[in-house]
């Protein structure tokens, strides 16, 4: 659920605020450009700042940290750690700071939170604030929440009433992807002190605080309230909003008006980050028989548009003959835009629901509807979950070699670790029930060190 992504903190530290001492008209521009988003014209200007002969040492080691920032924001961190490198910074006190960023922009996130974590303990370091939070948002991207939680505590002590606010923001949203609801309610801020900008936010976590609290029908008027009025939102919360709502339509005992809700929001969004997470919802709110006209389903079949390419040959209905574990000998590259991932995403959820429907006639559409999807979206993350839903429809109807076939090929090829442990666990229960204890044995063992939580558990 995180609303504050990692770089957008990381670059928290204003550059008017950091210009340090030197007058000239280059670095001013330089600096005027970084206030302005332009990271490349603020690298231009910096370099020319550099080549100023008459530059004093401190002024030189003010302009090469600014050089720095220019980089790391416009995505060149391996040049802003060469900068940060060389004799003219290596006694600044800032340079750490930067050095850290540099390092999370290559991806290595221990090393950066290794030098935050030094420089947080120091309460006169520059920009502990933002040194806290890029912290925190680094131990969370480690799978770290804990030292996340202890980095954001550290930082409120010091902090003004508006920004202790907002620290305690990301506090409430770690502590409720961790499910600890009544820790979440005692951070949340009071509404008063909360700033305007971090409003939207503190009303969605609200919301989210009511839903978890077995508070429903208090939440929705939350949710509401934020899609009525998007001004000032970030697109991610905004989204996540029209989530909460139908989430909490639902806890009210109303399936359809949740999912038709999402139907709503994504007629206008279909480029949502949420696909994933709202098609979920969909096919879990249908009814366990639905019918073959259900609206839901209905409604995602005007998403799914004619094939790009005519059919090569004829699909078989038959489930035996129907090519399930051949589907690699010819593939379709198509357009992987919005329109594409909506397309995919309707494939795959009305193809599951049509099988619940559970004619042959709907079944034959559905095997039909997982094969297009297969072979016009290879690489889509959907293409092995169709796969394995597929071999999970085999084993119900008694066609063990189709089904292992599958399996045993996203055993090894599945594109995450979690789907390589389902299709273990799934090969592990059909190998016990058939008799064979020792490869069960085996296959559970696999599906154990791929799954997490309770699932790993449960292998």
Excluded: C
């Excluded at 000239?24 to 200007?45: F, I, N, Q, T, Y």
């Excluded at 000032?232 to 029209?242: D, E, F, K, R, V």
């Amino acid at each position: 659920m995180k609303l504050w992504p990692l770089f957008p903190v990381i670059l928290l530290a204003s550059p008017s605020a950091t210009a340090g001492p030197v007058e000239a008209s280059a670095p001013r521009k330089g600096d005027e450009a970084l206030a302005a988003g332009l990271w490349e014209v603020a690298e231009m200007h910096f370099r020319q700042s550099l080549a100023d002969p008459s530059l004093t040492p401190e002024a030189k080691s003010q302009v090469a940290l600014r050089l720095a920032e220019s980089l790391i924001r416009a995505g060149n961190p391996t040049e802003a750690l060469e900068i940060l490198g060389q004799s003219v910074v290596a006694k600044d006190p800032e340079t750490p700071f930067w050095k850290a960023l540099a390092l999370a922009g290559q991806n290595r996130f221990t090393e950066a939170a290794g030098i935050l974590s030094d420089r947080l303990a120091d309460h006169a370091t520059p920009y502990r604030t933002e040194t806290g939070l890029t912290l925190a948002s680094l131990q969370l991207a480690l799978d770290q929440p804990e030292a996340a939680l202890a980095s954001l505590t550290s930082l409120i002590p010091d902090a003004d009433a508006a920004v202790a606010a907002g620290i305690q923001l990301n506090q409430v949203e770690i502590l409720l992807d961790l499910k600890r609801v009544a820790e979440a309610r005692q951070a949340m801020p009071p509404a008063g002190k909360v700033t305007a900008r971090d409003r939207p936010r503190a009303v969605f976590l609200e919301s989210q605080l009511l839903l978890h609290e077995g508070r429903p029908a208090e939440a929705q008027a939350g949710f509401q309230e934020l899609i009525n009025d998007p001004q000032g939102q970030a697109l991610p919360l905004s989204h996540s909003a029209a989530l909460g709502l139908a989430d909490a339509i639902q806890a009210q005992g109303k399936p359809d008006e949740a999912a038709k809700s999402l139907l709503v929001f994504l007629q206008d969004h279909s480029d949502s980050a949420n696909l994933g997470a709202i098609f979920q919802r969909i096919l879990q709110w249908l009814p366990e028989k639905p019918t073959a006209t259900d609206p839901v389903l209905e409604r995602i079949a005007q998403w799914i548009t004619p094939p790009v390419l005519p059919a090569i040959s004829p699909i078989s209905s038959n489930p035996a003959t129907s090519g399930a574990v051949d589907i690699h000998d010819w593939r379709v590259h198509t357009d992987q835009g919005e329109q594409a991932a909506l397309l995919a995403f309707s494939l795959y959820t009305r193809a599951v629901g049509l099988h619940q429907v559970g004619t042959p006639e709907a079944r034959a559409e559905s095997r039909h509807l997982l094969f297009r999807l297969r072979v016009e979206y290879p690489e889509h993350a959907l293409t092995h979950r169709a796969l394995y839903q597929q071999a999970r429809w085999y084993l119900d109807e008694g066609l063990s070699d189709q089904a292992f076939a599958i399996l045993d090929m996203l055993r090894e090829n599945a594109g995450t670790p979690i789907l390589k442990g389902e299709a273990a666990f799934l090969r592990a229960k059909a190998a016990y029930a058939g008799g064979d204890p020792k490869q069960a044995g085996e296959l559970f063992d696999e599906a154990a060190l791929a799954l997490t939580g309770a699932e790993a558990k449960a292998a």
